[in-house]
């Protein structure tokens, strides 16, 4: 299934990393009620964060099941040996930490390739200049808000400054391209990051620590809805 995204409505991906692991196909039909636009997949190695997730074949079991494009976070060192993979398993857009990759550009062009979107993930300390010159081969960026590993963790304040920073360097592209912010967004902070510039929402915690996940994602998106400029 395709992606399509937007740099002007706000997108809700609600991440799967904190849904119950013995019952996902159920807790993606939760969000999808809830009105959901992706569903964000946290990909993790054990080196490159400090963490161990999913793989392949449960992305595929995902695809099988989710009404809504996957959206795969890789957080593993050398991701160009998997790309392939993860295309074929049903990822829809496919993202790459800029700290993980000597040569972004043929990487990108790689995700590419496989028909996915490409996006490039920033931790919260590698600067939004690192993607300047690789404009042309975005299809979207990824701002992390927290280190990457975990979810639950609280929001990083200078996240707010990187956003904005990021969306000045994309003003310069020929094409729009939309960011996405990953990693303590939360009902009292999403109407920031929307007003900095973020218009993909990963949520974690705030969706699947809600006592009802599809309510969660409506409020998230009615709070950064509001927040968009006029
Ligand atoms: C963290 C992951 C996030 C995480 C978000 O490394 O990339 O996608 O699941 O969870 P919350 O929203 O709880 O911070
Ligand atoms: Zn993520």
Do not use: C, W
């Not at 991440?15 to 692991?21: C, K, P, Q, R």
Request: aromatic fraction near 4%; avoid cysteine; hydrophobic fraction near 50%.
């Amino acid at each position: 299934m395709n992606a399509s995204l937007s740099t002007t409505a706000v997108q809700i991906a609600p991440s799967v990393l904190s849904a119950d692991f013995a019952h996902l196909g159920r807790d993606v039909a939760a969000v999808e009620r809830g009105g959901a636009d992706l569903i964000h997949v946290d990909v993790m190695d054990g080196h490159f964060v400090p963490n161990i997730t999913i793989g392949v074949p449960v992305v595929k079991s995902l695809a099988s099941v989710a009404t809504r494009p996957l959206d795969v976070h890789l957080m593993i060192e050398q991701p160009d040996r998997f790309i392939d993979d993860f295309a074929r398993a049903g990822a829809a857009m496919i993202s790459v930490h800029v700290e993980t990759v000597p040569h972004l550009q043929r990487t990108l062009a790689l995700i590419r390739s496989t028909g996915a979107l490409a996006g490039a993930v920033l931790t919260p300390s590698t600067p939004a200049i690192a993607l300047e010159d690789v404009l042309d081969d975005l299809d979207f960026v990824l701002v992390m808000s927290v280190n990457p590993g975990f979810s639950g963790q609280s929001f990083i304040p200078n996240s707010l400054d990187k956003l904005r920073r990021v969306a000045d360097l994309l003003a310069r592209s020929r094409r729009p391209i939309p960011i996405e912010i990953d990693g303590g967004v939360v009902l009292d902070n999403i109407g920031q990051v929307v007003e900095a510039g973020a218009r993909i929402i990963v949520a974690g915690n705030a969706v699947y620590g809600a006592p009802d996940p599809a309510a969660a994602v409506a409020a998230l998106r009615a709070a950064g809805t509001v927040a968009l400029p006029r």
